[in-house]
């Protein structure tokens, strides 16, 4: 039985690695088009400070993305990854600041407490048979409340500078540490995805979940710890923003669920799940960056930014749908 489980996924992943590497490929050159272009109009692109800035900039969003391209996998949709990163910024912040504790133990225990509220998630959607959708609308909401009720909308400041150096630094002044984090995770997802049998269950149960029971994958187990590893992973941005900043602040994080599911839909992850790639992920992370970035060096009003997200996101859905009428024919 074990061995047919293994045998189904496998195919699925085999399929859906297939099916992600052009549309990955394709996404990276559309950002490099438009780099290109902002560079010849501004020649501002591609300097040593702008490209540091903007890979620091990018990873927090493609970290949120790595984990909502998991859920995504599954078929499922995580909405409350703004609110997780919010409450892991709160605490990495307070427990630092407010008490005797080690910086790096404070940091510890904010991402297990991201973990946590990411494993309710899964808890409620597996055992009451809810909606993702309306499961994490709720707690994404539950979770803000509990900071805005905590912090009273009031910055925390005074962040230790023994962790600080880890979203403010970078190596041999090039690369920053956020990105080097991001990478290493990207690294850890792919070799999780391709070669164990929790990441071939993962694209099985988004693939069929009827079928994935039948062949003995437990998918009440295997959604739960997805949805822990989604707070894992903005629980992990959020943190490393408030080292960014040096202090957390009630908004860490607010714009970053769209932009985490664009970026996975754009990079090759389907909404009904079981098609997906962890690079894809990150070429659509990339896009949507170099669109944010290229908006602020040509002076454009930040409010077409708004715009423009709006737009990649309608095309996005729609380039889903269009991939699912395929599988359909």
Known sequence: MKNSAEGFSGKLLGGAKKYCA????????????ISIVVQIFTGNFYTTYNILTFTRQVSFTIIVAFGQTLVLLLGGIDLS????????SMTVAMLSTQTS?????????????????????GAIICGLKLTPFIVTLATG????????????????????????QIGQGSLFKFLPYPTILMLILFLILTFVLKYLPFGRHI???GGNEIASKIVGIRTNKTKMIVYALSGFFAGFAGILMVLRLGASQVNVGENWVMPSITAAILGGTSMSGGVGSIAGTI??????????????LTNISSYWEEIVTGGVVIIAVAIDAIRRQKKGN
């Open 101 to 121: 504790l080690n910086p790096f133990l404070c940091v510890l225990i904010a991402l297990a407490a991201g973990t946590f509220l990411g494993l309710i998630n």
């Open 203 to 205: 694209f099985a149960i």
């Open 283 to 296: 070429a659509g992370g990339l896009l949507m960056g170099v669109i944010s970035f290229s908006i602020g």
């Open 141 to 164: 909401s539950l979770y803000k409340g509990i900071v805005y009720v905590v912090t009273k909308g009031n910055p925390i400041t005074g962040v230790p500078s023994e962790i600080t």
């Open 81 to 88: 990854v703004a609110s997780i990163a919010g409450f892991c």
């Open 22 to 33: 052009s549309t990955a490929a394709a996404v990276f050159l559309v950002s490099l088009l």
